[in-house]
């Protein structure tokens, strides 16, 4: 998370430590991604306050359960969907031996 606040900060104008050298959205330049960004954020917006018929985001709720996972039959028994997990990608498991 820390990399995208980091760059909507840099296109949008603030004040960043550590700037990249070039932003990749629009045609590079700062204006021309930070018009990109707020347009693209502007949608996002204009369509949760279509969708919940108010602009006020704290009425912005979706159905948790259009992510469940949903399960082929492959035999006798019938497994309902489970909700969504977010789970890291990279696992690891370390054993350590006495």
């Given at each position: 998370?820390?990399?995208?606040?980091?760059?909507?900060?840099?296109?949008?104008?603030?004040?960043?430590?550590?700037?990249?050298?070039?932003?990749?959205?629009?045609?590079?330049?700062?204006?021309?991604?930070?018009?990109?960004v707020?347009?693209?954020?502007?949608?996002?917006?204009?369509?949760?306050?279509?969708?919940?018929?108010?602009?006020?985001?704290?009425?912005?709720?979706?159905?948790?359960?259009?992510d469940?996972?949903?399960?082929?039959?492959?035999?006798?028994?019938?497994?309902?969907?489970?909700?969504?997990?977010?789970?890291?990608t990279?696992?690891?498991?370390?054993?350590?031996?006495?």
């Amino acid at each position: 998370m820390r990399y995208l606040s980091k760059v909507l900060r840099q296109a949008l104008g603030r004040r960043v430590r550590g700037r990249y050298r070039m932003l990749r959205c629009a045609d590079g330049r700062r204006a021309a991604c930070a018009a990109a960004v707020r347009g693209s954020l502007a949608a996002a917006v204009g369509a949760l306050t279509a969708r919940s018929g108010s602009a006020l985001p704290d009425t912005w709720h979706a159905d948790a359960r259009r992510d469940d996972i949903h399960f082929a039959v492959g035999g006798a028994l019938v497994v309902g969907p489970m909700p969504w997990q977010n789970r890291p990608t990279f696992q690891q498991v370390v054993q350590i031996r006495p």
